[in-house]
């Protein structure tokens, strides 16, 4: 190594140490970007309770000891009284069902349901014989936890289970029940269930007992412990620390690799045993505690579901050290001597998010659940589509149609909210959970979730009421060189105008969870030769606007282990330097700390390497790393890779978590109650450059008749527009054009007057007094009749909302006819509509024609289809002068060996678009957002090149 080399390098160092000096100096911090579910490592949930006999005793335990019943037994929540009932009465209920079957107890049939009953009876089961105060875990959740396929036969996951557990090594499998119906209390749910499962008992001794895997010396308990453990913690297959070639297995597989894989085993527990549920937010909040400098405030995502019952609400916000709050948990805390609040500092607060589910029943109904990123590559226009009909059902107070779920287990918790004393004192923001990958929807868009925030935040208490949203997390990433970039685009699309609305409609206190695809994204130099490269142009136009104010919480180490390199944009020397240049506020968070390990870095390792050093240039004196775990660690690897890599940096992000917590800041989110209802949606997406030439004309005053005006300055004249023409001055009539005809959409679209739309043409046309012959008379009282009548019939016949025809128009340039025509969205199987329309205009059309049309997916395997086309090739060549244009957006690779004739043409061209003339397209300037996007944009485009032709003309 040179000397400039070895000096760059331990100045480098040097500035690393000293930050970390900074660092360690820092007062506190804090955690906003964390789940319960996820805390607590391997070791934590097996050593410290699996294997654990003081806190999971044996049925005979049980069964042996009163004072045992009566110390862990169920937790039965009294509604009337709103606490939990007396441990003595509960303990005499369970004896009397276990000895005399007496089912006539006071509560007794407050714990059952019919299906409890029938299940019991079918079974033939007794309290005497199959109740279990033992730790039930269930064959489902095993078959979660292990990795196994759920739509397996049931005997079979059993067989796979007992495998890598190792029951068949033991010589006792056959006599042994090791699984079997069992009747349990479900504490989550206040609920008797049956369920077929193993007990704690048995896991335990088939995974090694007490020892820990270092003293395990049987190589079958050894694989067992190991499969145990990769059931709790993202691992090497052996339960050892992941490899790198282990990430590759993780990352893109949210589903099923980290939900709901890890999170299954845990249900067992902690529905079964709340006071476990306890003992993880103890562990969680006893690591902030720990770690150096400590962590004094989080916000955990818990379940909405979970906080909206009380007997777990509870439980969990017994924790506090305000002494003023005290929970009927907090009561009972001498029964379970693990639940140690000095392990807690006295100045450490927590509060919850109350967290939604993202996933959404399909859209259209011949997708199914599974298929929701086939629908997102196939129908992006139609998947953008349902977003902004999202927005205009919320614009005007009208339910939702896709988010019913969510908006029920919303009204579910405010109802119970209502009984539950401090609910708002504890829950301070929403969080949007769940896997991104086909599911880039917010529900909280839905006026029912808009309604209730503005309601909370009216409250002095509850004024920064809060919405987390985790979104540029598991996207799939497409090289904007192929054809399925527009599953990318149309995802991240999805979720910008999600937070843009949310924004104007809530004004503050909104976060993005992760966020680290939206770097990738404005990393990217557009692509002309797609459709989507407009809505990456609006994108990138306006992030700086809209991230404004908005932070992302980042995670580096769930980042690590979920994310591929190229959403990491892992190539990148300085990290998210993208969301950087566009003023985003980063903060660090752990997110799971648990099911990925954040339990030391590595920095003290590092620094002893002496070949890095000499005697002039000694190896710098880090500061001890020993307590540099949990969001510690996150901040020091932030430091060592350079993410972080000045003292302002550092400071900012320290001091921006506190800021935008959710609770008690002492800036008050601002509303935005006043936005008018047309804000959106606008069903025709124009390119930033047309905006730009739009602003840039004198048209002040803006009268209040100037609807159109008025909703693009309102919606984009604050944003910062560049100086520069961006080499459009060369088509400069093509982009007037196009906005014009942007306009005479915007006016159908909300059924304004045409008398208003003349006067807005004429503002607009004032300019063009002088302009080219052959567009003068578009600039007319002629034009503004001929441009509104040829989007009238696209609006009419391309631009309908409805989902159960095709759709079709004809253009007339000269002595050419062109067909634009498309498929019903919901056809996916059989032979498709538009190919007997083509059939039909073939037919009856008189001369040359060009038919452009499209399908979202041709089943090559379909005889149908294939005897279809096989008819129109045969009729084709009776007449030459007709050519055929199919575009689908799949299989823009495939062959048709059977279409012999070259005026059909399949994907034509499929590394870029070209118009129905085959030229080239340069930049798609409007992109229609409707069931028949692709085709409306496509005729949209061309009537824009062509409607200032004298021979052009227009019919249904």
Same mark, same amino acid.
């Given at each position: ?583 985003? *506020? !980063?903060? @660090?968070? +752990?997110?799971? &700390? ?6 030391? #870095?590595?920095?003290? =390792?590092?620094? $002893? ?37 000045? *003292? !302002?940096? @550092?400071? +900012?992000?320290? &001091? ?6 959710? #609770?008690?800041?002492? =800036?008050?989110? $601002? ?286």
């Amino acid at each position: 190594m040179t000397l400039l080399h070895l000096l760059e390098y331990t100045e480098n160092e040097w500035s690393t140490e000293n930050l970390l000096k900074c660092f360690q100096s820092k007062e506190s911090l804090d955690d906003l970007h964390t789940h319960l579910l996820g805390m607590g490592n391997a070791k934590f949930w097996i050593e410290n309770i699996l294997t654990d006999r003081r806190k999971l005793p044996t049925q005979n335990n049980f069964i042996n000891s009163d004072s045992l019943r009566r110390q862990l037994g169920p937790l039965i929540w009294d509604e009337d009284m709103r606490q939990f009932n007396d441990p003595e009465n509960v303990m005499d209920l369970f004896d009397g069902l276990r000895s005399s079957g007496n089912f006539k107890h006071s509560f007794y049939e407050n714990l059952t349901t019919p299906e409890f009953k029938q299940k019991k009876e079918h079974h033939g089961l007794s309290f005497q014989n199959n109740f279990s105060y033992d730790v039930v875990f269930s064959l489902d959740n095993l078959v979660k936890g292990l990795g196994l396929n759920k739509k397996e036969p049931r005997e079979i996951n059993q067989g796979k289970v007992e495998e890598k557990l190792g029951i068949y090594t033991r010589s006792d499998w056959e006599k042994r029940d090791f699984f079997k119906n069992w009747i349990i209390f479900n504490a989550r749910y206040q609920k008797l269930q049956v369920i077929y499962g193993i007990k704690a008992e048995h896991l335990r001794m088939l995974i090694g007992g007490e020892k820990t895997m270092e003293k395990i010396t049987d190589l079958v308990q050894q694989n067992a412990r190991a499969h145990i453990i990769n059931a709790f913690s993202m691992m090497n297959a052996d339960g050892s620390e992941p490899r790198s070639v282990d990430f590759h297995s993780f990352r893109g597989a949210f589903t099923p690799e980290f939900y709901p894989r890890r999170f299954a085993l845990k249900d067992s527990l902690y529905e079964q045993r709340l006071d476990l549920l306890a003992y993880l937010l103890v562990h969680a909040l006893g690591r902030y505690s720990g770690c150096s400098p400590p962590v004094k405030y989080c916000e955990i995502s818990v379940g909405c579901g979970d906080l909206s019952r009380p007997w777990i609400f509870d439980v969990l916000t017994t924790f506090s050290h305000n002494t003023e709050h005290v929970t009927d948990f907090q009561t009972r805390l001498k029964n379970f001597p693990w639940l140690q609040k000095n392990q807690i500092r006295q100045d450490m607060r927590y509060r919850f998010l109350a967290g939604f589910k993202r996933e959404i029943p399909p859209i259209i109904d011949n997708y199914s659940a599974d298929e929701a990123v086939v629908f997102l590559f196939e129908l992006p226009h139609y998947a953008i589509y349902a977003m902004f009909r999202e927005f205009s059902l919320s614009d005007n107070g009208d339910p939702t149609i896709i988010f019913k779920q969510q908006v029920e287990d919303l009204q579910k918790m405010k109802k119970e909210s209502q009984d539950i004393k401090g609910f708002y004192h504890w829950v301070v923001g929403l969080d949007l959970c769940g896997d991104e990958l086909g599911h880039p929807y917010c529900p909280f868009i839905a006026h029912e979730f808009i309604k209730f925030v503005q309601e909370i935040r009216r409250e002095k208490r509850t004024k920064n009421f809060g919405i987390r949203i985790h979104a540029g997390e598991n996207v799939p990433f497409v090289r904007p060189e192929l054809p399925g970039y527009r599953l990318f685009v149309a995802h991240m699309y999805i979720l910008f105008r999600c937070i843009h609305f949310l924004k104007m409609k809530l004004g503050k206190n909104i976060r993005v969870g992760h966020g680290v695809a939206f770097d990738k994204l404005l990393s990217i130099e557009n692509y002309k030769y797609r459709k989507s490269s407009i809505l990456v142009a609006e994108m990138k136009r306006y992030a700086k606007s809209v991230f404004s104010d908005i932070p992302f919480e980042v995670n580096i180490t769930s980042n690590l282990y979920l994310l591929g390199d190229a959403v990491r944009n892992a190539v990148q020397e300085e990290p998210l330097s993208h969301l950087r240049a566009v003023n985003v *506020k !980063i903060l @660090l968070s +752990t997110d799971n &700390d648990g099911i990925w390990p954040i339990d030391k #870095c590595d920095s003290l =390792e590092e620094s $002893s390497d002496s070949a890095q050093h000499s005697v002039d240039h000694p190896a710098p004196q880090f500061v001890n790393h020993s307590a540099h775990y949990s969001l510690a660690a996150e901040y020091c690897d932030a430091i060592k890779s350079h993410f972080i890599s000045t *003292k !302002i940096q @550092l400071d +900012t992000m320290i &001091d921006d978590s506190k800021k935008y917590r959710f #609770c008690n800041r002492s =800036e008050s989110a $601002s509303s935005c109650d006043g936005i008018k209802r047309d804000y959106f949606p606008a069903d025709v997406i124009v390119h930033p450059n047309v905006l730009d030439m739009l602003f840039k004309k004198e048209l002040s005053p803006i009268v209040e008749s100037y609807h159109f005006l008025k909703y693009y300055e309102n919606i984009y004249k604050t944003q910062d527009f560049p100086t520069t023409n961006n080499n459009i001055n060369y088509r400069k009539y093509y982009y007037e054009v196009a906005m014009r005809i942007l306009m005479a959409c915007f006016y159908l679209r909300r059924s304004l007057s045409y008398q208003d739309f003349e006067k807005e043409y004429e503002k607009l046309s004032k300019t063009h007094q002088n302009c080219k012959t052959d567009y003068k008379d578009l600039f007319s009282e002629k034009g503004c009749i001929k441009v509104y009548t040829a989007c009238k019939h696209v609006y009419l016949t391309l631009m309908n909302d409805a989902q159960d025809e095709g759709a079709n128009l004809k253009v007339s340039i000269d002595d050419r006819d062109y067909l634009f025509c498309s498929e019903i969205p919901n056809e996916r199987k059989t032979a498709p509509y538009l190919l007997s329309t083509i059939e039909t205009f073939i037919r009856e059309c008189p001369k040359p024609a060009t038919i452009f049309s499209f399908i979202s997916n041709i089943d090559d395997d379909s005889q149908e289809m294939k005897t279809t086309l096989d008819t129109i090739n045969r009729k084709i060549e009776e007449k030459p002068e007709i050519k055929i244009f199919i575009h689908t957006n799949t299989k823009k690779d495939m062959v048709y060996p059977s279409i012999k004739n070259r005026n059909i043409i399949i994907n034509a061209t499929p590394e870029q678009r070209t118009d129905a003339e085959e030229e080239e397209i340069e930049c798609v300037l409007l992109y229609a957002v409707c069931p028949h996007g692709s085709v409306a944009t496509c005729a949209l485009n061309f009537i824009a090149k062509h409607i200032h032709k004298e021979s052009f003309s227009i019919e249904q």
